[in-house]
């Protein structure tokens, strides 16, 4: 065992901080010439700063919704928050730094923290500092603190003018005052009701700070002196909040030491720790544990914290997004709930019934929280499967936590303010999924519009087409629900459950045609996915074998025939191979996705942890291990000579393209135009699956 194995790429080195946690030293001279941002999320579950290698530091609000930057770039301003300094006349801000006269700058990405150093020079003839910029996400909070340290090797003191400022330029603007009114006291500058939902927006430093206010500008300076090998400290709250006054702010400034919240974030992950082969791989689940639950945040309209898929067109660096993230998919809840149910069981917890208030009474699963619902199906317009998520979901949560079974009796309120308990929920969700989905003409369940992947968009909208994906996914929560019905002495409806799944098993065991399950059928009765075709999809092997559908030579012939096709000796497996041309069949898909991009035969790593999920399953533990150690981040960041880890932190999907050089993922020019918010499902599934082959 060795913690040297995968421990740097291209651009760093990773080792252990203070807390014994792993972190990420990012030498930022390596990093290619025009490179986009490369953005740490961290986040107090009420708001989020996405911390990039210039040290801009934008801040995003949650108690919005969409979810709001407050400091988006603009053509007047670079956006963040700021550290400038100035001496002899001459002022700049903190990096990026003059690579040709100073050492390069360091940017540590840790979990709940990030911390800059650099050497900042004020002239060939001025003084030279150390510069450590320290930014901490307290959980709970509504602020970020901010910790800078200012170190003066030189024998002679320095002069110095310091500012910490921030500039209001919310993106999307909805809402927000164009006027803000500005209230200031020794070492607090607020912008004063700012939007109905957010409150106030503040900085609070030391009183010796002297806050500035112009229009929508806010920021605290000092002029201060540090000794000859001397060391000068300060600390800061940056953030908004709707219960914001002078002498809370100085409460809680004194509160949150940098080193205090850093310990915090590793008590809350001290159960992940998987007796791994290797300790590297045990550090990897730690990471991405860590960096997912910093997708907490506020569900709209309610208290209740929820990992948000993150994602979006978000305008961090614009200030006219195409299209600013709404709420949640009710599809992406259950599914990071599911990652979550055997590493934090009790946020999973909160993803799962935060989605189970998106329900109808009708057992219908609005497609996202708060958006309206049809009462009736439309094949041309509703995706089949949020229902199915639904119950494999909880299943699984029970399944990981079975002294949690009293859960299934904690009341939940419905999308139309009627409550029943979460058994209930799961009831009325296998009758909508039988009476209103139900089977297609080859006794499998109708795709609509789509099911789990929406590149089959096609395949359904008469109402004739089918999903042996959604299908075995169905038999496996099925039986699980009979279990559970039985558990609480349902006989009658254990008895109901338990035939559904013998009819949804028999059905998928009839999709294995050759040497793999199917995909789906056409609206016409075609296949899609199977030896007429020759294209196998990974995800519906995964649940066949999932769902202990086929017999156990079927289930192994599925898992060969996966293994064989669509695996490659670098990079985690593929979505479906070979990928469809451009143009897809139409009566495929009418999305314009190239081949090798997404879930046209690329790299989607929820898809190959599933894979994974069964191949231990199955006993194949080995192959397991070797695919999962593909799907991780830091052995994907080793072998990679040309894509920065920092933008594969932010990815969940990578591009394979099917002809020529490989590369394992997206160039950096086809970066340039990817959304600056990352992807919560890009860390979501390292630790769940690791636990699922060490059993």
């Keep these: ?205 030391a009183e010796a700070w002297s806050p500035l206010t112009r229009g929508r500008y806010l920021a605290l300076e000092h002029d201060m002196t540090i000794p000859g090998n001397g060391r000068v400290d300060a600390r800061f709250l940056v953030g908004a909040s709707r219960q914001c006054s002078v002498d809370w702010l100085r409460d809680e400034l004194e509160t949150y030491d940098p080193e205090a919240v850093r310990a915090s974030w590793a008590e809350s992950l001290a159960s992940v720790r998987p007796r791994a082969p290797e300790l590297w791989m045990q550090e990897e689940c730690v990471w991405d544990t860590g960096r997912l639950l910093a997708y907490a945040a506020p569900l709209p309209g309610s208290e209740e914290t929820v990992i948000h898929p993150g994602g979006g067109a978000f305008a961090v660096r614009h200030t006219r997004p195409e299209k600013a993230p709404s709420s949640p998919a009710a599809r992406d809840l259950l599914a990071l709930g599911l990652a979550l149910t ?10 799962l019934v935060a989605a189970l208030r998106a329900q109808e009474t009708t057992g219908r699963i609005r497609e996202s929280v708060g958006s309206p619902a049809g009462a009736a199906v439309d094949a041309r317009a509703d995706r089949s499967d949020g229902e199915i998520w639904l119950l494999v979901s909880w299943m699984e949560y029970l399944n990981a936590n079975p002294a949690l079974t009293d859960a299934l009796d904690e009341p939940v309120t419905y999308a139309t303010g009627e409550q029943e308990p979460v058994w209930e929920h799961l009831k009325r969700a296998v009758g909508w999924i039988r009476d209103e989905i139900r089977e297609g003409p080859n006794g499998f369940l109708r795709i ?75 609206d016409d009765g075609r296949p899609v996915g199977g030896p007429e075709d020759g294209r196998l999809f990974t995800a519906v092997q995964a649940w066949a074998v999932l769902a202990r559908c086929g017999t156990l030579s079927e289930r192994e012939s599925a898992l060969d025939a996966l293994m064989q096709t669509n695996a490659s000796d670098a990079l985690p497996l593929r979505t479906v191979s070979p990928a469809y041309p451009l143009p897809p069949p139409a009566d495929v898909s009418d999305l314009g996705l190239l081949p090798g991009d997404g879930v046209n035969g690329g790299i989607v ?91």
Excluded at 449 to 463: C, I, P, Q
Excluded at 470 to 496: I, K, N, P, V
Excluded at 611 to 636: D, F, N, S
């Design 1 to 205: 065992m060795t913690t040297r194995k995968y421990g740097g790429d291209a651009y760093g080195d990773w080792t252990r901080d203070d807390n014994s946690l792993p972190c990420y030293d990012l030498d930022i001279s390596r990093l290619p010439h025009h490179c986009p941002p490369l953005l740490h999320l961290l986040g107090t579950g009420t708001c989020w700063v996405l911390p990039d290698q210039f040290a801009a530091l934008p801040l995003i609000t949650a108690q919005t919704n969409p979810l709001t930057c407050l400091n988006a770039a603009s053509e007047s301003s670079l956006g963040g928050i700021r550290l400038t300094l100035g001496a002899d006349d001459v002022r700049i801000p903190f990096l990026p730094a003059d690579l040709e006269t100073a050492p390069p700058p360091t940017m540590r990405w840790g979990i709940g923290y990030v911390r800059y150093t650099g050497l900042m020079s004020f002239g060939t003839d001025g003084p030279a500092l150390t510069v450590e910029l320290d930014v901490t996400a307290p959980r709970g909070t509504p602020f970020v603190v901010l910790s800078l340290g200012l170190t003066n090797a030189a024998e002679h003191e320095v002069s110095l003018e310091a500012s910490v400022s921030f500039q209001l330029n919310p993106s999307p603007s909805d809402g927000f005052a164009p006027t803000p009114h500005a209230f200031t006291r020794p070492g607090v500058a607020i912008l004063a009701d700012v939007h109905e939902q957010v409150g106030d927006v503040f900085i609070a430093g």
């Design 342 to 351: 055997s590493v934090a069981p009790e946020q999973a917890r909160k993803n």
């Design 448 to 522: 609509l519009r789509g099911d789990w992947s929406a590149h089959l968009n096609r395949v359904g909208t008469e109402g004739q087409g089918e999903s042996v994906l959604s299908t075995a996914m169905a038999c496996f929560a099925a039986q699980r629900l009979e279990e559970a019905a039985r558990h609480r002495g349902e006989e009658r409806f254990a008895d109901e459950i338990a035939e559904w799944k013998r009819t949804l098993r028999m059905s998928v065991s009839e999709a294995f045609r050759g040497r793999w399950f199917i995909r789906a059928f056409t």
């Design 605 to 695: 790593l929820p898809v190959a942890a599933w894979a994974i999920w069964a191949l231990a399953t199955e006993g194949r533990r080995q192959e397991a291990i070797t695919e999962w150690q593909k799907l991780a981040l830091r052995k994907r960041g080793a072998e990679s000579g040309s894509l920065p880890l920092g933008l594969q932190m932010a990815l969940d999907q990578l591009a394979y393209p099917q002809r020529g050089t490989r590369q394992g993922g997206p160039t950096l020019t086809a970066l340039q135009s990817l959304p600056a918010l990352p992807v919560a499902h890009a860390s979501a599934w390292q630790a769940f699956t690791l636990k699922k082959i060490l059993g």
